[in-house]
């Protein structure tokens, strides 16, 4: 921690006091007044953010709160519209991410930033100013990376290696060049909780080493413990900054947010079971693609009024067990059963006629398609549904036009102007209108795959509510999340799948974060290779 | 016999391989242009208009490679700058460039042309059999092996080919790393244009030395499939080339031997050729995953 | 200095419709700019080019005939592209469908009845869509690339043609020379009475409007944009691409092949060596023209018969080639393609960045 730090609460505007306060000696960024506009919209207004050696610093926001942007200005990927970044007190230009890196900048990217066809060396090298010899550059990449205690084969090929150790490629990468400044964007929203215990302690490691970090993400447990500084953003402003380790998640989320986040109510009620909707028997899949999971002897029951989770961290099978249960990938026969119908080789229509409703995890593209209207993405799902909204060869676009209307006032979906392209909506509304669109057949089944994604909280929270709800009303509801915090909110009972195996689902009461954890590293598939 | 059939393979071998190496770079950087065979028969026209002018026939293949250039220029500005349809503006490209060079080429149809002279080397060219096949042909047979050999270098072995790669593998990663994208790839369309106007060259200053219409009767479009054969492996280029090579005299032999095949046949086979690997390729679907540069088509607008 | 593309947050209806205008008019420049560089006068040449065939009846009459074929040949290739089918080979599809087509006149002269032509036209269309049904199935069986079987396949359907006409289809009593038989008057496609179009108008312009019916009100229409669009919400509807694939390159093989009888049978009367001036890839260019929009196809279909009409028309009045015609063309579809980017983004030009040390403004 730099001397001079003092917690302070600042408003946006009044940025001075607070800078002068923790910027001295040993501060390596100071933004100020930073602007970055997109068209219309202002996405950082006015940005004060400094940044002292060997801090572990914090930037919180909600989805579209404009850290992304912020930080990529720090990288050089987007230039300023306005405001002055210094580096170590000299004025800067970050032309381009290689000047950045220049500079002592590294970055992490939420979306990882690596070539699949290429080596994990070749990949290295593409971020190097100068990776001399690929023989030598191989040797640094096993010792450093070893030594930090993520180990590396530098000449396997990318697209072979399971994400966590993808991740570990974009840190050693940034290790390399010896950096001051790493900047990781939501760096455990692809690991395990025990593979976030192994980050946090090199994250540890380089601040006593004095490298800064600056550290983004939603998830405020962690953000607890181990930042010690937070800076707060909300609609492209600085709205707070603090000590996270003095405040509680439900402080922190309330400063993102501006206001009390309705927390969810779980039913006081307990749930009434009732007979199983869905079973899962020993589905299993080859993968479709190289790329793809196979699926090993999912077993899974699905009664109605509850809501059953999968945990998982992304790429363990979860999209193709969403594609085997809503037909889009078909099966044998007896291993979907729907309403005691073996259906797995039936296709997506049959299911949604035997009431069932499906929310990919893909909004724009999967769910809705982006270049048609809000009414045109509801007949994507409910032409044959007893809808009416088609009759003979024809379609109804009255009644889709209807239907758009209802939806829109039950899940409070805002758009600029009546029925929108669905790709002018932001992440938030488009999701609430997706599962609106399903939960207004008022289905027997609901099978989601991360329903709050990308969604800002308060869309966020009555997404959970109404999927609550509509277990409580009678129906089976089926949630495939990453989110932990999520599952542990809404579900009843857990299960956790892993390179596409499935545990078997326990009582949420008696599942914790550490059991979840260790059955995504492979206790699930141990659990499923026994079974 | 053998001799002279091997010969005439080489010829017809030679400008395929040029425009198809042309086409791998460009597509491993991730931009599909189905303008090559427009590209080549402006190549074609050019070469033989300025050669004929000039009575050079050097001068001819560098204003061929220009015309190539100018073309892809073309298409490069709405593909790459104007984010159009990739596979719609490569059909522009090859309608404007069959269109035009039938304009051009008006002038010049029925006029002998001038053949490139091929090299000969003491000594070598003198050894029978050995000698005229690998020692005694025109400059630009050589210029496309050494072409490929190139190519294969500059992909796989240097850091600016890393690069290329990287950008058709995955634009947003190499732009997030602060590479020009569109730079890159403007150079590799370059690239390929420059190509296809050499293999047209070749065809009217070597193959026939003369210009007729439409002369190169849907060679761009075999250079395409090859590109696919290839796997994106420059190599492998040259087996490919090859073969099609053999597959399309064997018109010209048939006759020869007095085989009683109707010749329609016989021309169609080098298409149908194609098709048939084509679907051989594409069959084996790991094969096509793995190897297609992944970001191939996918048109790319950075945020700034 | 950078060129910068905003993307809009939809589609600009404004410039749906304005951007083949100014495509057209682009092009009308460009031409106008040829015609001076080959020594002529550039608005004579325009307007020789371009106005003065819809002045005259004889070359209205002309245009309609030109521009029938492409007409229904587009609508077929607007449902392959809008599904995301990127068939190539329609002069193929035309050129087999003629071939099928006219198999009835000319191995059964004498086969002469009110339900010769029907039947021809029933032929061509089928044989149309078989050829157009090869690259499909080698698109769903084998993931094989249609863009390239289907262009393939024109040059195999071209040698196809030559080798009947000039061998067992050549007419005995021809002098030898590369040309079927004239067909009967059974077999002949007339005129409308009253009018001096042929009955392949009317029947093209039923086409379209059927077409512009099922493409904007029915849920097959419905499928065919979805799945253009979003093949992986296509999949999410229920909707399979394979079935699609064959639909939609069956349709265009069929109204390609129907196009090619038609011709035959009308404007030809027999079959020779080449039996279209490249109307199979003309079409590609009006389909885009024409917004993949029945209407739009129209009206593109038009211009660019005009396009023909209008080569031959100043090749005999200022002697310039009628080849300008196929280069106007092409840079028809350019022009199209480039404003259409004007749809979907904003066009910013950027300055140059401040020196080191100045933070730029935009």
Redesign the interface.
């Known amino acids: 921690m730099g001397d001079g730090v003092a917690e302070t609460e600042t408003m946006s505007g009044d940025g001075g006091a607070a800078r002068q306060s923790r910027s001295g000696k040993d501060t390596l960024l100071d933004a100020r007044g930073l602007i970055k506009r997109f068209g219309d919209i202002l996405a950082n207004d006015r940005v004060d953010l400094v940044i002292n050696k060997g801090e572990i610093h914090a930037l919180l926001g909600e989805n579209g709160a404009g850290k992304s942007t912020l930080v990529k200005m720090f990288y050089g990927s987007l230039e300023p519209d306005g405001g002055e970044i210094l580096w170590q007190g000299q004025r800067v230009d970050i032309g381009n991410p290689a000047a950045a890196r220049e500079l002592g900048i590294g970055m992490v990217f939420q979306h990882f930033s690596l070539f699949e066809a290429l080596t994990v060396a070749e990949n290295i090298a593409l971020a190097l100013p100068n990776p001399g010899r690929m023989s030598e550059l191989a040797n640094r990449i096993q010792s450093v990376s070893r030594d930090y205690g993520l180990p590396l084969n530098p000449d396997d090929i990318v697209a072979d290696l399971p994400v966590g150790i993808r991740q570990r490629i974009e840190i050693v990468r940034c290790l390399l060049q010896e950096p001051q400044l790493i900047i990781m964007d939501e760096p455990t929203s692809v690991l395990t909780p025990q593979e976030a215990d192994l980050l946090f302690l090199t994250l540890e490691r380089l601040a006593k080493e004095g490298c800064a970090v600056l550290y983004i993400s939603h998830r405020l447990e962690e953000v607890k413990r181990i930042c010690h500084h937070a800076t707060i953003l909300r609609h492209g402003q600085v709205v707070r900054e603090c000590d996270p380790t003095k405040e509680t998640p439900a402080s922190l989320a309330s400063m993102m947010v501006g206001a009390d986040v309705a927390s969810v109510s779980a039913s006081s009620q307990k749930p009434q079971i009732g007979e199983t909707r869905l079973a899962l028997k020993n589905l299993s899949a080859k993968a479709a693609t190289p790329f793809a999971t196979a699926l090993n002897k999912v077993s899974l029951d699905l009664r109605a009024g509850e809501v059953v989770a999968i945990a998982g961290v992304a790429g363990n099978g979860q999209g193709e067990l969403f594609d085997a249960i809503s037909g889009e990938m078909q099966v044998a026969a007896d291993m979907v059963v729907l309403d005691g119908k073996p259906c797995g080789n039936r296709n997506i229509t049959w299911r949604r006629r035997q009431n069932a409703a499906f929310v990919p995890e893909e909004r724009l593209g999967h769910g809705a398609v982006p270049g048609m209207k809000l009414s045109q993405n509801i007949v994507l799902t409910r032409h044959r549904t007893g809808d009416k909204l088609v009759s003979g060869f024809f379609v109804s676009n009255a009644n889709a036009g209807k239907m758009e209307q209802r939806i829109k006032k039950s899940f409070d979906v805002r758009m600029s102007h009546d029925d929108p392209e669905a790709r002018s909506l932001s992440g938030g509304n488009l999701q609430k209108f997706v599962v609106g669109r399903e939960l207004d057949r008022k289905p027997g089944v609901l099978i989601v795959n991360q329903p709050t994604w990308g969604v800002d909280a308060g869309a966020a929270a009555l997404i959970r509510q109404a999927l609550i709800d509509l277990a409580r009303s009678g129906s089976a509801v089926l949630v495939i999340s990453q989110d932990l915090d999520e599952i542990f909110e809404i579900a009843d009972r857990i299960a956790v799948i892993s390179r596409g195996y499935l545990s078997a689902a326990e009582p949420t009461a008696d599942m914790n974060r550490e059991r979840v954890g260790l059955l995504m590293a492979g206790g699930a598939e141990a659990q499923g290779e026994v079974a | 016999m053998f001799e002279a059939v091997l010969l005439t393979v080489i010829t017809a071998a030679t400008p395929l391989l040029i425009a198809a190496i042309g086409e791998l770079v460009v597509e491993r950087s991730g931009v599909l242009n189905l303008g090559v065979e427009g590209m080549m028969i402006m190549g074609a026209v050019v070469g033989f208009a300025v050669a004929n002018q000039t009575g050079s026939g050097t001068l001819g293949v560098f204003a061929a490679i220009a015309a190539g250039m100018a073309m892809s220029a073309l298409f490069g500005f709405l593909v790459l700058v104007l984010v159009t349809n990739q596979v719609a503006t490569g059909l522009a490209l090859t309608i404007l460039g069959v269109g035009f060079s039938g304009l051009i080429g008006e002038a010049f149809i029925g006029i002998p042309g001038l053949k490139l002279p091929d090299l000969y080397i003491p000594v070598l060219s003198d050894i029978p059999f050995f000698g005229p096949v690998f020692f005694q042909q025109d400059a630009l047979v050589y210029v496309s092996f050494a072409l490929v050999i190139a190519v294969a270098y500059f992909l796989f072995r240097t850091r600016l080919g890393l690069v290329l790669r990287s950008v058709g593998d995955n634009h947003v990663s190499a732009h997030a790393l602060g590479y020009s994208v569109i730079r890159i790839r403007f150079a590799a369309v370059l690239f390929g244009g420059a190509c296809a106007g050499l293999a047209g060259a070749y065809m009217s200053l070597a193959y026939t030395p003369q210009w007729v219409e439409n002369m190169t009767a849907g060679r761009g479009w075999i250079a395409l499939a090859l590109v696919v054969f290839s796997s994106w492996l420059p190599l492998r280029v040259v087996i490919g080339a090859y073969l099609f090579g053999a597959v399309s005299v064997l018109n010209l032999h048939a006759q020869a031997v007095e085989l009683d095949i109707p010749s329609q046949l016989l021309s169609s086979l080098p298409y149908l050729a194609t098709i048939l690997v084509l679907v051989l390729i594409s069959a084996n679907r790991r094969l096509t995953l793995v190897n297609t540069p992944a970001c191939l088509g996918k048109p790319f607008v950075p945020d700034r | 200095m950078r ?5 809009r ?3 600009s209806r404004k410039m749906a419709l304005l951007s083949p205008l100014i495509a057209v008019g682009l092009t009308a420049i460009a031409a106008g700019f040829i015609f001076s560089i080959s020594g002529h006068n550039p608005l004579f040449g325009l307007y020789k080019f371009f106005i003065e065939p819809l002045t005259q009846e004889w070359s209205l009459n002309a245009t309609i005939a030109k521009a029938t074929p492409l007409i229904l040949i587009a609508c077929g290739l607007s449902v392959c592209y809008l599904s995301n089918n ?1 068939n ?1 080979g329609a002069e193929g599809q035309f050129v087999v469908g003629a071939l099928f087509g006219s198999a009835l006149p000319i191995l059964m002269p004498d086969f002469e009845s009110a339900a010769t032509l029907p039947l021809m036209m029933a032929f061509g269309a089928i044989g149309g869509a078989l050829w157009a049904l090869i690259p499909a199935l ?1 698109k769903t069986r ?4 249609e ?3 289907s ?3 024109v ?2 359907a071209s ?2 043609l ?2 009947l006409v000039r ?1 067992p289809w050549r007419d005995p009593g021809g002098y030898n020379f590369p040309e079927s038989a004239l067909f009967s008057d059974a077999a002949t496609l007339s005129t409308v009475p009253g009018t001096s179009l042929s009955y392949a108008a009317p029947i093209t312009l039923i086409v379209a409007v059927v077409l512009a019916v ?1 493409l904007g ?6 499928e065919i ?2 799945m253009g ?2 093949p ?2 296509g ?4 909707f399979s691409a394979k079935k699609l694939t064959l639909f939609s390159f069956a349709i265009a093989g069929g109204l390609a092949g129907l196009a090619g009888t038609m011709e035959v049978s009308g404007a030809l009367n027999q079959l020779l060596p080449t039996i279209s001036p490249g109307y199979g ?1 003309t079409a ?2 009006v389909a ?1 023209l024409g917004r993949l929009n029945p209407f739009g196809i129209i009206v593109a279909g038009f211009v660019l018969a005009l396009s023909y009409i209008g080569g031959e028309a100043v090749q005999s009045a200022m002697g310039v ?1 009628n ?5 106007i ?3 028809l ?2 022009f199209v ?2 404003c ?2 004007l749809i979907l ?1 904003r066009i910013r030009f ?1 300055g140059r ?1 401040g020196s ?7």
């Open positions: 060129v910068e593309l905003v993307k947050k939809e589609h990127w190539i080698l084998f993931n094989t690339n863009i390239l079987t262009l393939m396949l040059y195999v040698l196809l030559d080798y061998g099922v009100k029915t849920i097959k229409g419905f944009r979805v669009e979003s992986r919400a999949s999410f509807a229920g890839f590609i260019i885009f080639s080849k300008i015609a196929s280069v063309q092409g840079l579809l350019f393609l480039a259409d980017t983004y950027v960045r080191a040390g100045e933070v730029s403004h935009v």
